[in-house]
Nanobody
Framework: QVQLVESGGGLVQPGGSLRLSCAASGNIFRINDMGWYRQAPGKQRELVATVTSGGSTNYADSVKGRFTISRDNAKNMVYLQMNSLKPEDTAVYYC????????????????WGQGTQVTVSS
């Protein structure tokens, strides 16, 4: 089994910063791509940022220049540094990690974190 545990969400004022963390644990053979998604009430889940196993990053246009995704391969963790937060960033943020588990070496599977609430409000 593979589990993802998220942390770092909270309530911040516009212009503030938060750093989200996501730790993968369990029967991990290899971790491929990692990413962050978010979902606001009544809206579809949307991609925020991704980072490949090679370190290449990609961001949604709405967060470019404000958010930074990074990973620590030794710790099986992915982070999202969020700066200059706006009310529009308010959502539940989910990490997504593609994992090849030792239980099935042939097929990677996408695992999701439990979600962490980010609220940007005065």
């Amino acid at each position: 089994q593979v589990q993802l545990v998220e942390s770092g969400g909270g309530l911040v004022q516009p212009g503030g910063s938060l750093r989200l963390s996501c730790a993968a644990s369990g029967n991990i053979f290899r971790i491929n791509d990692m990413g962050w998604y978010r979902q606001a009430p009544g809206k579809q889940r949307e991609l925020v940022a991704t980072v490949t196993s090679g370190g290449s990053t990609n961001y949604a246009d709405s967060v470019k220049g404000r958010f930074t995704i990074s990973r620590d391969n030794a710790k099986n963790m992915v982070y999202l540094q969020m700066n200059s937060l706006k009310p529009e960033d308010t959502a539940v943020y989910y990490c997504k990690v593609w994992v090849v588990s030792t239980a099935d070496l042939r097929y990677p599977y996408a695992y999701w974190g439990q979600g962490t609430q980010v609220t940007v409000s005065s």
